[in-house]
């Protein structure tokens, strides 16, 4: 990445400072998905550009002190100088205007994204999935080894929380949350054979847009927000 000079590095899932140390005397900018405020804090001393932050309501992996995006991104706001970008349960313009209101510059959106035309490596098991479920309907893996992460439920997922439930190692859980357990499901769409990642906002996904037209709707969506609340 840093001979191809990209312009932004994203890091997350422990201690960014090795990282940034490869990065010295680069112009790349160091972005740094956190869950927690003193975690921001810490990203910031050691140099960070912006912090992402992360909402329990998220998909894929999380806290452990199960904070929403609401509550965590305005703390986070008031607790560091350097940009922030928020991130869990954004999927519509509604979401992304109200980031903004909590005192974000800008947003992420993964789940969402899932459910995109362009999205070519997502299986059509995987984004009807996303479509049919409501909001209660991911759960949360991995907790009983200090790595929570959003779900959709599904058989395998409750296979996963049974032995997470009698036996919480990493040994007895290890073929059920392996990556191959994951592309079993989201390339090749064998649902009950894998899990897939996905936030509470799939309870919001209805279609399968190009990334142009889901843009181009949160724009209008977040512009018709601002007609009627912003002047
Ligand atoms: C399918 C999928 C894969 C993800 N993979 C990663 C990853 O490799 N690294 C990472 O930091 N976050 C990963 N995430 C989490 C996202 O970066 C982001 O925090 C999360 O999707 C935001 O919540 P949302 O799904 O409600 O938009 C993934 C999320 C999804 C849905």
Redesign the pocket.
């Known amino acids: 990445a840093v001979e191809e000079e990209v312009p932004v590095i ?1 890091m ?2 422990g201690n960014p400072a090795p990282i940034f140390e490869l990065l010295k005397g680069t112009a790349i900018k160091k972005l740094v ?1 956190v869950a927690a405020r003193r975690q921001a804090q810490k990203a910031e001393q050691l140099g960070a550009d912006a912090v ?1 932050v ?2 329990q ?6 806290g452990r002190d199960d904070v929403g995006t609401m509550v965590l991104v305005p703390q986070v706001v008031d607790s560091v100088k350097i940009p922030v970008i928020a ?5 519509d313009g509604r979401g992304w205007l109200a980031a903004h209101a909590l005192g974000a510059e800008g947003i ?7 459910a995109t035309k362009e999205c070519v490596d ?1 299986s059509e098991a995987y984004k009807e999935a996303l479509l049919a479920s409501m909001e209660a309907d991911t759960t949360i893996i991995k907790r009983s080894i200090g790595a929570p992460a ?1 779900a959709l439920r599904n058989e395998f997922t409750t296979k996963i929380l049974e032995i997470e439930e009698k036996t919480p190692t990493y040994e007895a859980l290890k073929d059920y949350i392996s990556g191959s357990a994951n592309k079993r499901f ?1 390339y090749d769409g064998n649902q009950n054979e894998g899990f ?6 799939t309870g919001m996904i209805h279609d399968i847009p190009t990334v142009a037209e889901l843009i181009n709707r949160m724009v209008a969506e977040a512009e018709s927000i601002r007609l009627k609340w912003g002047q």
């Open positions: 994203t997350t899932g998905l992402m992360v909402g309501e998220g998909g894929g992996h999380l991130s869990g349960g954004i999927g992420e959106m993964g789940t969402r994204f899932i997502a959003r989201i897939g990642w996905a936030g509470q906002v």
